[in-house]
């Protein structure tokens, strides 16, 4: 009797070193088939990545090669543009000297604002094709802002906008490149001015703040236009993205370039039909990188 409870114990050990055996295998099991799917997964990302990349790399080409046949389409433009817009000034003159039918006094107005909006086009497709490389120096926001408004005052009449611009006198001028910075601030008025429907507010607000003990220069772009839609606001800097039916989708996406080349970031809020507005943020700093 004692040699089978002796047998009895020395099986049920075996037992029980079977079942912990068999439970580390299990373990191991499972901690090496989690291994093989994160590889796998590592391998299928990796795999997408290079994708993605050699996606990336074909669509740079594409794009470098219509840059470089739009920079010459744009410089061979912009000759017969200058003439057709000294021209046109000539002409609105004369007219408005020789006769007081607002009907006549408008075609003149009409053809310098085409002859304008088309030279923002080609504008834009300059900056689009060049990396910007900002030239800082002292610039007047108050005067640089009533230039930009006095550039898209036909189409503010023409849609009946209000404008309101508010800048802090204590704040100084901004530090910053005067092209790249009128070129950002115009695509955004622009893009306000479409969003407008018909008459609405058009409100440009710059002033200095402070963040983090460094000074930084705000200049908001604000409508009460139709908005953004909530899916489209993370596309909207995206080259060639455009929900409008006319454009080419560059505004916004060498505003976005303009500023970041500034060291400077730029944000949007918008609500649907309630209105949208940009945020534009430039350190003040002469010390560049």
Known sequence: MAVK??????????????????????????????????????????????????????????????????????????????????????????????????????????????????????????????KPDPEYQAVNIDEMLAELLAFVEHLLQQQRIEVIVITDPNSGPIWCDEDLLRQAILNLIINAIDAIPETGQLTLKAHTTQKDGKTEYLIQVSDTGQGIASHDLKKIFDPFFTTKKTGTGLGLAIAQNAITAHQGTIRVESKSQQGTCFTICIPQTKERD
């Open 5 to 130: 409870d002796q047998n009895l114990k020395i099986l049920e050990k075996a037992f029980s070193q079977f079942n912990a055996s068999s439970f580390t295998l299990a373990e191991t099991y499972r901690a090496l088939k989690e291994e093989v799917a994160d590889l796998k997964a590592q391998l299928r990302e990796s795999q997408i990545e290079k994708e993605q990349l050699q996606e990336e790399a074909e669509r740079n080409h594409r794009l470098a090669l219509v840059g470089e046949m739009s920079a010459r389409m744009a410089h061979e433009l912009r000759n017969p543009l200058g003439s057709i817009e000294l021209f046109s000034a000539l002409l609105q003159k004369e007219i408005t000297r020789h006769t007081d039918d607002p009907e006549k006094q408008s075609w003149g107005k009409h053809l310098s604002s085409a002859v304008k909006t088309m030279d923002h086009t080609i504008t834009n497709l300059l900056f689009y094709t060049c």
